[in-house]
């Protein structure tokens, strides 16, 4: 059981306890200024005041438990959109340079451990791909034009993954058809084949 639903349970239990405990203190003081009906008055307003605070209180907590699990998932989306945007500054600058030295190949290799800890499985598994084909095109270190064509075929492959851990349930609830968006994107990085 996570901390969540034991909050949960908590929250529920007390609220039970206030609301059956206050029923029977209200319904007794109620009873007892039976005699006086101003004071039944009262009573009335009291549990009036009583309940709306709680009910108040119930939904502030919500709606900040709301606010924060958002700010949380804004905040691991903008992570991600960073990381995949270092990884494809990095691969920019292998295919405009013509190689791939030692350096580079580390820092790629540092990109994919990084990616390891926040990628979808679809994502990891299509980079993995990519890194097998970046192997055998960067064995001699040199990226010619038909390197560079290979890597980028395999670069929008692995963009269809990364738009899908990105804004894949964005794109489902706007009805956009996934296998029409993936053909499109390799579509466009084959268009300036050299």
Known sequence: MDKLTRE???????????????????????????????????????????VTIFITAILLNKQTEVELKKEENIKFIELKTDMYLQLYDHLEQIVLEGNADVKDKNKLR???????????PDVLTQFESFLDKFADVTEDDVV???DTNILMDELA????????????????????????????????SDALEQ
């Open 8 to 50: 949960n349970l908590v929250y529920m239990l007390l609220s039970i306890i206030l609301i059956v405990g206050g029923y029977w203190f209200l319904r007794y003081a109620y009873k007892v200024a039976d005699s006086a009906p101003f004071s039944q008055e009262i009573v009335l307003v009291i549990l009036g005041t009583i």
């Open 144 to 146: 010619g034009r038909g």
């Open 110 to 120: 540092i990109l994919a451990n990084k990616l390891a800890i926040i990628s979808s």
């Open 157 to 188: 492959e692995l963009s269809v993954y990364i738009r899908k851990d990105l804004v894949g349930d964005l794109d489902r609830r706007q009805g956009i058809d996934q296998k029409e968006l993936a053909k499109q994107i390799i579509d466009n």
